[in-house]
């Protein structure tokens, strides 16, 4: 396990987990952009699935907390699907003390190339219980269509 924190976007990592968060730093208590290092541990912390069924490419985003409202999702023109948002953080009160703080905030973005199967026109997103879906359906595969030709001699 590495020790030494990677300078790729600020992240550290392990060689378990690259977007392991809980590795020793000993560069923590050097003055940082700490909205930098929020918005990475809540892009880091945003896990989606990809599966791909007969008729549909089926992404999956755990979002807890976040309202469909908070929630992007846009296709640009070089099919590219992207989900983002924000997890906003809870008001603090002077008042409480906090023991600890490990739910992650600030801004996530997430990007996947669509192959050339898809419908970008009839993309569709739902959101469930705080898990997001959007269903990308698939084009059908023409099968090559074969011709006889009559050998002349």
Do not use: C, Y
């Amino acid at each position: 396990m590495s020790l030494i924190p990677s300078f790729f976007n600020g992240r550290r990592s392990s060689i378990f987990d690259p977007f392991s968060l809980d590795v020793w730093d000993p560069f923590k208590d050097f003055p940082s952009n700490s909205s930098l290092s929020q918005e990475n541990s809540a892009f880091a912390n945003t896990r989606i699935d990809w599966k791909e069924t007969p008729e549909a490419h089926v992404f999956k985003a755990d979002l807890p907390g976040i309202k469909k409202e908070e929630v992007k999702v846009e296709v640009e023109d070089d099919r590219v699907l992207q989900i983002s948002g924000e997890r906003k953080i809870e008001k603090e009160d002077k008042n409480d003390t906090w023991h600890r703080l490990e739910r992650s905030s600030g801004k996530f973005l997430r990007r996947f190339r669509l192959p050339e199967n898809a419908k970008m026109d009839q993309i569709k997103a739902a959101m469930d219980n705080g898990v997001l879906t959007v269903t990308v359906p698939k084009e059908e595969l023409k099968k090559p269509e074969l011709k006889a030709i009559e050998i002349s001699g």
